[in-house]
């Protein structure tokens, strides 16, 4: 397969930290960032590589030299223009990285989730600051169904899956994008241009979700936090490649009000601490993985469109105070008939309905998930019971401070002072 890097950005924001070279060419670790880039691709066998220069291109071309190809826009194009500009050069699958993104990603994993008939599959994962992102939303196939590009419509509940701006597109998808952009060759962005017009014609976008390392280092304030994560190893153990423990936190009464069944977003009210306590698993470098049992999709009392509200609220009050959960699995299941409205497929007794473990031995396995140094918050003995099946130890809370309960803020400091924190996404 071959990559295309865009790489013909000004930089204007990071000018002061890179002397006037191009921000591809701001130091990481000792090298360019275009240097980890290409070092990436060459690590899963992909030589064919295009690179696209504008703003300082002999810099990018004098430091690479021919082990690269290159492209110059002649005028400023966008990430859409250029990519428009350069279709002759493109093979029929390619993938693209913006040049200044730092990723560490199992790219072989996520050009093979690009399945033929898609015109092109997006990188996906929660990040800190959901509310300035571009947000995408997807079908139960995985299917884009819709890009939000911020500023976000008001009134509306969206995920945390952010456009991390890393993609695999097939040349065909293009076709008449290019022919109808030759016509008037302007600036064009791909989230904000090419996408949506894709999917105007019909298109099949993908989303691929990853809990892997990808940060834009855009602007000074990141380009700080991209080398401190650098230097603390989590960048180079961000891959899926790579196991990472995780806190698996129970849903009602851990994190948010028990409000018997919640059936609608506007019952979803976070706990006092619960946004910081997932915060500080963000910053430990652990995985935060919700696991909740939701009969009220097997009582007929909730869709699962009303569910995945919920949940978008949940995220969206989490990214309010700059948390987020890596991942969510949840329970449809119930045993018990004698509801009105209930849905008899999912009467059943499964293995996934805590206190059954399949839910996390799904997680472990799709997220490389390592048992050791791994938790799990709940409020009830089913879920300490699932821990203790898993082979992990639990925390219990209860937030009847009178009582004496544990909250689940105290419950993670707990977590967090026995051992330092290990490497993982760094989406925040």
């Known amino acids: 397969m071959q990559l295309v890097i865009i790489a013909g950005g000004k930089g204007t924001r990071l000018l ?30 992909i030589e064919d590589i295009l690179v696209l220069t504008g703003f300082g ?15 110059r826009e002649k005028q400023a194009l966008g990430t859409g223009g250029a990519l428009l500009e350069a279709f002759d050069a493109l093979q029929d699958t390619f993938l693209v990285m913006y040049g200044d993104t730092m990723l560490n990603v199992a790219l072989d994993r996520f050009m093979a989730f690009h ?19 571009d947000l995408v939303e997807l079908n139960e196939a995985d299917e884009v169904a819709a890009i939000h590009a911020y500023p976000h419509p008001a009134g509306r509940y969206l995920p945390n899956l952010v456009n991390a701006a890393l993609y695999v597109f097939s040349k065909g998808a293009l076709a008449g994008l290019r022919e109808e952009w030759l016509r008037n060759p302007v600036s064009l962005d791909i989230c904000r241009n090419l996408f949506p017009k894709m999917l105007a014609q019909g298109l099949t976008l993908r989303g691929y979700r990853s809990r892997e390392y990808i940060k ?29 423990p995780a806190v698996f ?6 994190l948010n009000h028990e409000a018997g069944f919640l059936r609608s977003p506007d019952q979803m009210q976070l706990l006092p601490g619960a946004a910081e306590a997932v915060r500080k698993v963000n910053q430990s470098g652990r995985l935060a993985v919700i696991i909740t049992n939701q009969p009220v999709i ?20 989490l990214g309010e105070e700059h948390a987020y959960i890596d991942a969510l699995y949840y329970c449809p299941h119930h045993p018990d008939g004698g509801f009105a409205g209930e849905r008899p497929e999912l009467k059943i007794r499964c293995a996934c309905r805590k ?14 998930i390592e048992r050791r140094g791994s938790w799990m918050i709940g409020d009830n003995q089913r879920d300490m019971q699932a821990a203790a099946d898993l082979g992990i130890p639990g925390i219990q ?5 009178a009582a004496g309960g544990v909250t689940v803020l105290e419950a993670v400091n707990r977590i967090l002072a026995g051992g330092v924190g290990v490497a993982n996404s760094g989406a925040e």
């Open 16 to 45: 002061g930290m890179t002397g006037g070279l191009p921000k591809p060419m701001v130091d990481i670790g000792g090298k360019p960032l275009l240097e980890h880039q290409i070092d990436l691709a060459r690590r899963y066998g």
């Open 57 to 71: 291109a002999e810099s990018i071309e004098n430091h690479f030299g021919d082990s690269v190809q290159y492209q």
């Open 115 to 133: 399945q033929d008939g898609s015109a092109a599959t997006l990188f996906l994962h929660p990040n800190d600051h959901p509310q300035d992102s």
């Open 216 to 244: 834009d280092a855009g602007t000074p304030e990141r380009l700080l936090k991209v080398r401190k994560h650098y230097e603390a190893g989590r960048i180079q153990a961000g891959s899926l490649e790579s196991p990472v």
């Open 249 to 254: 936190f129970d849903r009602d009464g851990t």
């Open 298 to 317: 097997a009582r007929g009392e909730c869709t699962e469109a009303q569910l995945r509200e919920i949940h978008n609220r949940l995220e969206a009050l």
């Open 355 to 368: 206190p059954g473990i399949a839910l996390f031995e799904r997680a472990i396995q799709e997220m490389n």
């Open 397 to 401: 809370v209860d937030f009847n401070q």
